[in-house]
């Protein structure tokens, strides 16, 4: 999510995701010799429509916290894949082999 924070995304962060979303597209993280002008050239115009829509939308939402919204992040993630019980599996694992 690019949209409504402060500061606004910056040019690298819209070209990481337009890779990211081209990659998807096209099933593919690194395109042939033969691709990689179309590969680009996609990335382009993705950034392109990406900064547009980022500069016409419009909210009345406060602008978003960067370390608040990556913090919040960081604990769903903790949550969905079970980092801190793993970290405390693997110490009572090794505890218990000693």
């Not at 402060?6 to 995701?17: C, Q, R, V, Y």
């Not at 096209?26 to 500069?55: C, H, I, K, M, Y």
């Not at 769903?76 to 019980?85: I, L, N, P, Q, S």
Request: net charge negative.
């Amino acid at each position: 999510m690019l949209h409504n924070f402060d500061p606004a995304a910056t040019d690298d962060e819209i070209h990481a995701s337009a890779l990211q979303y081209v990659r998807k597209i096209s099933g593919s993280t690194q395109p042939s010799a033969a691709n990689a002008a179309a590969f680009e050239a996609a990335v382009a115009a993705v950034a392109d429509a990406t900064r547009t829509l980022l500069d016409d939308l419009v909210t009345k939402a406060p602008p978003r916290d960067r370390e608040v919204e990556a913090a919040k992040a960081r604990a769903r993630a903790a949550e969905r894949y079970g980092t801190e019980r793993r970290a405390s599996s693997s110490t009572s694992s090794s505890t218990s082999s000693s």
